[in-house]
């Protein structure tokens, strides 16, 4: 197995406290002043040229905010946010519209070559080594948005993209460029009143990716956003959209990173999803914000709210993310299954190790008739790191026929962490037939002596282990996607055994 | 030199002494049985040529081609060549057959400073092997050993021991749940391995496995010591009259 | 809007509370005890939807106020009690009856009882002044609103004392009867200590005489169970169907004890049972198991804590909910595993049977685990009946109702089993019966 070789060559490279991604470029930004008021709201409208209505319904979410208090049900604990301790926009300097990718700022290229993500589009077009006995994959193109600190900085493979009539371009362009598309769709699943986090984000969020894929087109590649925060004491609040129209299909992927800092940055993104009829969303995300170091300093607070709006009947929106980055992880993606026959799936693996606390996981809610839903959660938590899965399942009164699956799995490693499970069950028509388990336990030691009898170190053995555990979730990712996460599994768990 | 051996070992499980001086000298190309009652000792003996956690050797030493194998960790004895066919191999869920043979065997070749065996040479040599112990393509895309027969698990352990090519073989307990034919399908596995470089510790309860595997010497367990060695007569011996006579002897 | 609410409900409870603490037995560090639970349900009220253990049962919006004290019972309200009580009398138990609270000599069974087992009207206790049995009797988490009200409020109960070495044959019947016909609160309290190789059976019933109407039962229970002590406890609440009962009992386990509780709750408006047993010594075994019974617009929630503190400790929990018309069954199930309770084995599944359109099954099964060498899991599934085994039984003549029962009795009937005494289960099946025929 090439990719657990190549994890353990990675992670004899490392210390236990590095984080591959934890370097910082230097290079000056804009910044709007610290804190955060009408004045900022207005800075950030302007900065991005919006059109009036926008920065109206920028200025009622943040004075809806203003009477929100954080909210505190989650299994999180964190020292209060002074939010007028941020900077709400920091901006790559010299900002000038770009033509080209070779007129982004050098630096910047080279931090997402060093992050391995190739924003010059012939970069994109080398393939994977398959595992053996595995299938060979085609070649695959992956268009990219890379959005450093508060904008997006580059948007690959454009052309292609244009000619198969899908509109994949930073959100702050598609505000000005297609305000009737944005307008009828922003904030119709995670309205601007929804909670703490998406209302701060409705007022202050700088950038992010929008996606538009017209009736009955199949995004001829896959779309990928690959988010990085660079600037210190800035807070990112990415806005993402996508929309699905009738009988289309989408594959949607995206990545995070972040510098070693001391201090904590907060992260609130919004991402809405519609699928109208016969339409599918797949959204995948490998969430690798820094994590605090060994001592539980420093970290991204990732407060993010992730929901899909199964519109139209027989669509489809299935998450599947793989979160093993973040001091904080607050996060629910969702689906309204609001269509007939719609489906809705949630795939999830969540590790943490060291001081990081995980609260996630999902919300079905079975509208329409005939509504079907699946969850796979797979928690695995070492070191002093708290994980919790909290789900819903509801299937309100005219939701007949609704049917749910989920089976939730905890792995601990040590006797210092804490696996948690909450789901919530609510059955409000007697059609609705749900079924959920949840089993926790630890790695077993004969299968770790087993694995190292035959010749592996401990860590290898975890190592695959663990990939073994969450192998169900892997699959659902697309196959670049998962080696990567495979990779990133072991390099997390990285000095859990002792 | 002896390939294994075994001087004066002492084993306690948490307060208990299991093992109280045993003795045991192997040389390469030879075949031990270890016979004896249950809870005479003998799989201990086995974890603890392994090295499984939980045992405390508190005397004696266990030499292999002259080193001290208690020194080194279970995954450096795999990579010298010491291999446990397991009583009860484990399911490992969702970690297929190939990725765990492909990790082992590359884990224990850079352990030797050889270099590690690509996908293509890879995959060829375990079609190979699993080809002559008749194992089925299809259980290799499986996970290692999950929902496998008892029969099915067995082979799996004489396909990673002909994969990884061990000087010294412990073979615990490997008729433990096998029919006739499965015990016949797995013994030519095995006699297929004997080597004049390679020794075998055939571990067993019963006389059964041995028509099979005929061994070079024979030992008889009880109460944590060697009672009795001999030939492959012994084992004929124990056939009829039973261990009781041994009972007193320890 | 909630914190007006609050404020009223807080104020008029207020003003009871002050007329009537000074008659509240107990004195000196019970009084204190009392004004600090009290001072404790003030601050929050009762609790409401925005509480996450109370998310599905809404007391503010359901119960609305919490009713002033019963008078104590008069010869009317006692003769309409043991009237009552009689009706659903279990052969071979001792009876405790309390009535509107108070607990009633003469309807209860005091004579003769067997060595080792001491029973006691906790107003006895408290009057007498015996400090240590009363310190226990309300030593109970204050944080939770509704157990620090009956904390502040309890007029009477039982407490049971039974000594080293005692197996007791005879089961304990604990009877609260609702009787008089003005609605009202009664507050109950009471406590049973097993003392070490300790045995006994206790069962507890809630009824409402004849004319009792809308009243309210807050009642609790504390339970000691000594190492290798066994308590086999059943539970039937069978209140009247426009009352209230708002319950917990908290249970603490020694080392390998063992406590095996079932309830069965088919009775009452809104019913709330709040339940937390602990692990306090090493080799404890727990069973708990329930079914809900409900239909019309009945609401009943059961929240169990199970709480491992210590290693080796092994629970199982089974639930079942059968909720018809526009009937509300909520389930909520947690299970801790504190840090070093290694080697806990603790399993839970709870099932929802939606017999209507309207009904509604709230499930939350809760693991939260601390240790690691743990084996721990939860299942929950709703759905409705069989279609097609519904169809085969009709098929073969039976009339919809009928075969509906019995695949309603099959399904309740995991839970029903795992009672131990053959009379109580027999007891328990009665009781799903009667619910069954009034269905049809």
Known sequence: MPAVQETVERVR???????????????????????????????????????????????????????????????????????????????????????????????????????????????????????PGGEQTPNRKIAVDAVFDSVSVATTFQKELKAAGVIFMPISEAIREHPDLVQKYLGTVVPTSDNYFATLNSAVFSDGSFVYVPPGVRCPMELSTYFRINERNTGQFERTLIIADKGSYVSYLEGCTAPQRDENQLHAAVVELVTLDDAEIKYSTVQNWYPGNSEGKGGIYNFVTKRGDCRGRNSKISWTQVETGSAITWKYPSCILRGDNSSGEFYSIAISNGFQQVDSGTKMIHLGKNTSSRIISKGIAAGKSQNTYRGLVSAHRKATGARNYTACDSLLIGDKCGAHTVPYVEAKNSSATFEHEATTSKISEDVLFYCIQRGLSQEEAVGLVVNGFVKDVLQQLPMEFAVEAQKLISISLEGSVG | MSLLEVKDLQVRVEEREILHGLSLTVNPGQVHAIMGPNGS??????????????????????????????????????????????????????????????????????????????????????????????????????????GFSGGEKKRNEILQMALFEPAVCILDEMDSGLDIDALRIAADGVNALRSPERAMVVITHYQRLLNYIVPDVVHVMSKGRVVKSGGKELALELEESGYAQFEDAA | MNVVAKTETGRALGDVFAVVRDRLPGKGKIADQRRQAFEAYERSGLPHRRIEDWKYTDLRALMREVLPLAPAPDAAVLSRAAAAVKLRAIDGVRR????????????????????????????EVLDAGDGALSEQAFASDISNPMIALNGAMATDGVVIDIANGTMLSQPLHIVHVASGTAPASMFTRSLLRLGRDTGVTLVESYLAAEGAKAYQTHDGLVVAIGDNARLDHVRLVEDAIDAFNISSATVTLGAHAHFNTF???????????????????????????????????????????????????????????????RAHSVFQGRIIVRPDAQKTDAKMMTRALLLSDDAEADNKPELEIFADDVTCGHGATTGALDESLLFYMRARGLPEKEAQALLIQAFVGEAIETIASDALREVAIATAQRWLEARA
């Open chain 1, 13 to 131: 490279r490392i210390d236990v406290d590095q984080y591959r991604y934890g370097f910082e470029t230097l290079i000056e930004s804009d910044k709007a002043p610290k804190g955060l008021s009408e004045d900022t709201v207005r800075f950030i409208s302007a900065k991005k040229n919006e059109p009036a209505w926008m920065l109206e319904w920028r200025l009622e979410a943040y004075r809806r905010w203003l009477t929100m208090t954080e909210p505190t049900w989650a299994r999180v604990d964190y020292p209060k946010i002074d939010y007028q301790d941020i900077y709400y926009y920091a901006a790559p300097k010299p900002k000038k519209t770009l033509s080209s990718i070779d007129e982004i700022d050098p630096e910047i290229l080279k931090t997402y070559e060093k992050l391995g993500i190739p924003l010059r589009e012939v970069a994109i077009l080398e393939g994977v080594e398959p595992p």
């Open chain 3, 96 to 123: 405790l009856v309390l009535v509107d609270g108070a607990f009633a000599p003469d309807l209860s069974d005091l004579g003769n009882p067997e060595k080792g087992l001491s029973i006691r009207p906790l107003r």
């Open chain 3, 263 to 325: 309830g069965l709750t088919s009775g009452g408006h809104v019913s709330r049972y709040q339940l937390t047993v602990t692990c306090a010594g090493e080799g404890s075994t727990v069973e708990t198991n329930g079914v809900n019974l409900i239909n019309g617009k009945q609401h009943a929630d059961t929240t169990l804590f199970m709480d491992h503190a210590v290693p080796h400790c092994a629970s199982r929990e089974i639930f079942r909910a059968v909720v018809d018309d």
């Open chain 2, 41 to 146: 000792g003998k799989s201990t003996l086995s974890h603890v040529i392994a090295g499984k956690p939980g045992y405390e050797v508190t005397g004696g030493q266990i030499l292999f081609r002259g080193e001290d194998l208690l020194e080194m960790e279970p995954n450096e004895r795999a990579a010298k060549g010491v291999f446990l066919a397991f009583q009860y191999p484990v399911e490992i869920p969702g970690v297929t057959t190939w990725n765990f043979l492909h990790a082992a065997l590359n884990a224990q070749r850079k352990a030797r400073g050889e270099d590690e065996i690509s996908s293509p040479a890879f995959l060829k040599k375990v079609r190979e092997v699993a080809k002559s112990l008749n194992i089925p393509q299809d259980m290799l895309k499986r996970g290692v050993n999950v």
